[in-house]
C-alpha cells in the first residue's frame, strides 16, 4: 500500500495552493526566487525546504538540483473499487485551522498554526482550510458564533456563493458576495444588519465555505 502524504504545514498549503491557483496563467513554471516575490518570502531557503515536503508529499516534481522551474505532479489515477477508501480518506483526519473569521465586521483572521479533527470526507485535502466564525451575522444561513467552517481555498466565487473575503489586505469577513461593475457587495444572512459595499480593489477572495462543523458541550 503507498504511503499517504504528510499533513501540510500552513505555509505549505498556502505554497501549493498559490501554484495551482497561479501556474495555468504563467509563461513558464516558477522559480523559487519568484515564488518567494510572489507570496513576501524573504527565506529562499526556508521555501526549498517547503517546497522539498510538497515533493515528498508527491504534490511537487523533484527539481533534483537543477535550475527550473517547480512543476506540479499530475494527479494520480485511483481505482474505485467498491469499499475502498477515497484519497482523502487515507490522509488522515485533519485540516489546518488557521483561526478566526467575522460573521460580523471584519476581525483579524489567518493568523494561527493550528489543527482540527474533522470528518473522513474533509480530511487531507490540502485545498481546504478551516476558520472559527465570531459574530452572528451569518445566523439565517445556520451559521453561528463559535462554529468551523471548512473553506476550500479559492481567489475567485461565483456571485451567490458564502466566501472569506479579506478587506483591504488586513481583516477578513465571512459573507455572501455578489460582485458587481465597480463594486463588491458582502450581504450577511441576518436581517438587523445592512450589506458591506466596497471598491473591488479592496476585497480579496481567500475562499468559499463548503461545510460546517458544530461541537455541544
Not at 496563467?25 to 525546504?49: M, N
Request: proline share 7%; glycine share 10%; charged share 25%.
Amino acid at each position: 500500500m503507498p504511503k499517504a502524504p504528510p499533513s501540510l504545514t500552513r505555509r505549505q498549503a498556502q505554497i501549493l495552493a498559490w501554484l495551482r491557483d497561479t501556474l495555468p496563467a504563467l509563461d513558464h513554471p516558477p522559480t523559487l526566487d519568484e515564488v518567494c516575490a510572489a507570496l513576501g518570502l524573504s527565506s529562499r531557503g526556508s521555501l526549498h525546504k517547503h517546497v522539498q515536503a510538497l515533493v515528498e508529499a508527491g504534490l511537487v516534481e523533484p527539481m533534483n538540483g537543477r535550475q527550473r522551474g517547480i512543476v506540479l505532479s499530475p494527479p494520480r489515477q485511483t481505482s474505485r473499487r467498491a469499499g475502498s477508501a477515497s484519497p482523502e480518506r487515507a490522509q488522515g483526519r485533519t485540516l489546518p485551522l488557521l483561526g478566526r473569521v467575522a460573521a460580523g465586521q471584519p476581525i483579524d483572521a489567518l493568523d494561527e498554526d493550528a489543527e482540527i479533527e474533522v470528518g473522513a470526507g474533509w480530511a487531507g485535502r490540502v485545498d481546504h482550510y478551516a476558520l472559527t466564525v465570531r459574530g452572528d451575522s451569518m445566523i439565517d444561513e445556520g451559521i453561528l458564533d463559535g462554529d468551523v467552517v471548512v473553506i476550500e481555498h479559492r481567489s475567485s466565487a461565483r456571485n451567490g456563493e458564502i466566501v472569506v473575503a479579506l478587506i483591504d489586505g488586513e481583516a477578513a469577513t465571512l459573507k455572501r458576495i455578489e460582485q458587481r461593475p465597480g463594486r463588491v457587495v458582502l450581504h450577511p444572512a441576518n436581517s438587523s444588519m445592512q450589506p458591506l459595499v466596497f471598491d473591488p480593489a479592496q476585497v480579496t477572495i481567500r475562499g468559499v465555505v463548503k461545510g460546517l462543523i458544530r461541537r455541544y458541550g
